[in-house]
């Protein structure tokens, strides 16, 4: 299943919704590295059937406010509201499918996340 694309604005617009849970992949179409993350994100995304996965195109004309400094960048994000990120790439969707799993169920472990935001163990 292909991930949808987003607008900042559909985002923003998310925060009046209720009970929404989405995994909004930052990107730039001439990173590599965000390409397979996107085909990392698609791979997994029909084990979350309550989660939407979309991505941001990032341009050097429009950087999102509230967007990590890093491409790709995964933002989590509850009724509209950001809960954690992940920057960078992975080997594999282990850590990424454990830290979905527990969001899930409102257990992530903030103890593995730097700053108050960005999970440091992904690379």
């Known amino acids: 299943m292909t991930i949808t694309s987003l607008t900042q604005q559909d985002i923003l617009n998310k925060r009046s919704e209720q009970d929404a849970w ?12 965000c390409g397979e993350m996107a085909a990392l994100l698609e791979s997994i995304q029909d084990n979350y059937p309550t989660i939407t996965f979309s991505t941001l195109d990032i341009t050097s004309a429009d950087v999102p406010l509230f967007a990590p400094p890093v491409i790709p960048s995964i933002l989590a994000l509850h009724n509209g509201n950001r809960i954690w990120e992940a920057l960078g790439t992975f080997p594999d969707s282990v850590k990424l499918e454990k830290t979905i799993q527990d969001w899930l169920v409102h257990k992530v472990n903030f103890d593995h996340i730097s700053g108050g935001t960005s999970i440091h163990e992904f690379s």
Request: proline letters at 0%; aromatic letters at 0%.
């Open 22 to 33: 989405d995994i909004v992949l930052l990107h730039h179409e001439d990173c590599q590295a």
